[in-house]
């Protein structure tokens, strides 16, 4: 995920909103997705934005400026269940067509 | 159904060995995807199947992998002569049209001695 970039790591304690922060370059966007990835485990699909705006999923939101290459994706209420590490892909049809193309990720750490 | 299967779910080999990977998608599902992760990375993709035809190739999958999907539906990842920079988890994702997420399975965690 060369064009994709999210911090390495946070940390919030348990009730707390935090906002993860996902920046990307692609020639030909088409999507924004975010995933949830429990250590050990397969990635999960939370949430998908193609046009600008906020989408609103129960605690989670994600939010895209396609002009800025731009995207966060909003945890409210924060559980200690929410420690995973919060993956960003673009779907880029000049670079890999209808694949995703991931970032590092971002492992967030909640506390009590 | 009850989602994206994968097997094996471990595989030790040792260098040099070949091994194969299979993957049976959500039934209805006509996209099928090949990725690895390694730690601390995000999954990195390596082909792309639609139906029996497989349609995309990342520049990392090297003329030691080949993968197929037969009759549209199972697919197989195989690697030979793996070397030690193999080691991974290779993950198989399945979608039902452009524009809707990917479901992923658990994943095949190789390594290679």
């Not at chain 1, 939370?46 to 400026?65: C, Q």
Request: proline fraction near 3%.
């Amino acid at each position: 995920g060369q064009n994709i970039d999210q911090p390495t790591e946070m940390t919030a304690t348990e009730g707390a909103i935090v906002q993860i922060n996902c920046t990307y370059q692609t020639s030909g966007f088409n999507g924004l997705f975010w995933y949830q990835q429990h250590a050990g485990e397969a990635p999960t699909f939370l949430s998908y934005n193609v046009l600008d705006g906020l989408e609103e999923k129960g605690r989670f939101s994600s939010f895209l400026s396609r002009s800025k290459g731009y995207s966060y994706l909003l945890l409210k209420e924060l559980q200690m269940k929410d420690s995973a590490s919060y993956l960003c892909a673009v779907r880029d049809r000049k670079q890999a067509g209808t694949a995703l193309i991931f970032g590092k990720g971002t492992t967030l750490s909640v506390s009590s | 159904d009850t989602g994206v299967s994968q097997d094996p779910r471990h595989k030790i080999t040792k260098r040099g060995q070949n091994v194969t990977f299979r993957c049976d998608p959500i039934s209805e599902h006509n996209r099928l995807y090949w990725y690895r992760q390694t730690l601390g990375q995000g999954p990195e993709f390596l082909t792309y199947f639609q139906n029996e035809a497989q349609l995309e190739k990342s520049r990392l999958l090297s003329d030691r992998f080949s993968a197929e999907r037969p009759k549209g539906s199972f697919s197989t990842l195989e690697i030979q002569r793996t070397e030690q920079g193999d080691s991974a988890m290779y993950l198989c994702a399945s979608s039902s049209t452009e524009g809707t997420e990917a479901f992923f399975g658990q994943g095949t965690r190789l390594t290679v001695v």
